[in-house]
């Protein structure tokens, strides 16, 4: 059981439910998720029962405009929600991740393309922001082809985001900024669902593979998340990238503060074999719990101060600079980075069981490592961030 009692609010009251207590209402459900870990993972997919639970809270309303109805939170508020969340369970942890990211979407979207996808702006949708469709325009919409990966939260939603690039005479159609990218959003009726999520760690996200052959898509659901004319407020004036790899290294630090927690727990009944000493007494364990709890406790103030520096910029009508998103992408791939380490600590202190399938301490190492995989928090940024730091410009086309 995990002793984490992250801060999701500031002066007792949720930034983005203000009158309403958040707080209470997620933390009210959080037993329930550590009650089920083990079948998520096993199921490898979220139950939609447990999923309409955690929407009853409010969570998925956080990114949607106040004009349609949300909340519109800050920017730090959503990585509090996320970092708790994943501290009881990393796979609900990503997709609650996720689909507070595209609850931000309406930011981006036509009025009538809002009220359709979103009438419920309680519940979840999935997004695969990868170009790897194929689209061709026509009257009224777009006629859409492609296979997708890593679709997390398709098994229990009602609506997908994909991304596509427009086709003229069988290529790419250009533009100054390169290919011509568009998103859509499509009822998961008329995708098909491979099961291909056979994974080393998140195992429970659903994150399978999609398709689609020839499905109209009417213009009033095709947007670019990448487009310059999103909505003037704050929330949807931040460099698109700056909440994807913040909000994952969120979901880290979440699994990585599970992880020391329990650890610390476990520690007085753990006894050494032969010895019969306890952890708690063994040098070695101290010594790298409390570096475990520095590093970690470091990489987090890290990753919200960044974050609040961002914030404040673009809240006062700015906008973020270069610099400011390189020291975004040092702290977000610091903090995935260090909780893997911190989750690697814990199970290694925690001895032979923590191999079996039914102990947290593998997951948590699990679903930290294959979060140092993702493109978004790849070793790549590393070098893009030290070239802005030295009055370079990245080489990635969106930083």
């Known amino acids: 059981m995990t002793t984490t009692s992250t801060n999701i609010t500031r002066d007792g009251a949720s930034a983005a439910s203000a009158g309403d207590d958040f707080s209470a209402r997620i933390h ?128 229990h939603v009602d609506w997908i985001g994909l991304g596509c690039m427009i086709m003229e005479g069988g ?97 007085p009944s753990k006894l050494q074999a032969m010895t019969m000493i306890p952890l708690t007494e063994k040098p070695v364990a101290q010594v790298e719990i409390a570096r475990a709890e520095g590093e970690l406790s470091a990489a987090r103030s890290y990753l919200y101060d960044t974050v609040d520096d961002m914030w404040q910029t673009v809240s006062a009508g700015g906008t973020a600079t270069l610099r400011q998103e390189a020291l975004l992408r040092i702290a977000s791939n610091q903090a995935v980075e260090v909780a893997a380490r911190v989750a690697q600590t814990a199970a290694r202190h925690a001895g032979a069981s923590a191999i079996f399938d039914a102990s947290p301490f593998q997951r948590h190492m699990r679903d930290t490592e294959v979060l140092t995989h993702h493109m978004i928090t790849a070793p790549h940024w590393w070098e893009d961030a030290g070239r802005v730091l030295m009055g370079l410009q990245p080489i990635a086309p969106l930083f």
């Open 28 to 155: 009210a459900v959080l037993p329930r998720i550590r009650e089920r870990r083990e079948e998520i993972e096993r199921a490898r997919r979220l139950p939609r029962d447990l999923v309409d639970e955690i929407s009853a809270t409010g969570i998925f309303r956080f990114g949607v405009p106040r004009a349609y109805g949300g909340d519109e939170a800050e920017f730090p508020d959503f990585l509090r929600v996320i970092e708790t969340v994943a501290a009881a369970d990393g796979s609900t942890g990503w997709c609650v991740a996720n689909g507070m990211l595209i609850s931000m979407t309406p930011g981006f979207m036509k009025e009538d393309g809002v009220r359709e996808v979103f009438a419920d702006i309680s519940t979840p949708r999935a997004f695969v922001v990868e170009p790897a469709g194929a689209a061709v325009e026509e009257e009224g919409g777009i006629r859409l082809s492609g296979r997708w990966r890593f679709a997390s939260n398709v098994t």
């Open 171 to 267: 290529e790419p159609r250009m533009t100054e900024h390169g290919p011509d990218i568009r998103h859509v959003f499509v009822p998961v009726s008329e995708i098909e669902i491979h099961d291909t999520w056979h994974v080393s760690g998140l195992c429970g996200t659903g994150s399978f593979d999609v398709s689609c052959k020839d499905v109209f898509v009417p213009a009033r659901r095709v947007f670019s998340v990448f487009a310059p004319d999103a909505r003037p407020e704050p929330l949807y004036q931040l460099p698109v990238l700056a909440p994807v790899a913040s909000f994952y290294a969120a979901v880290s630090l979440g699994i990585g503060r599970a992880a020391l927690d329990e650890l610390i727990a476990h520690a």
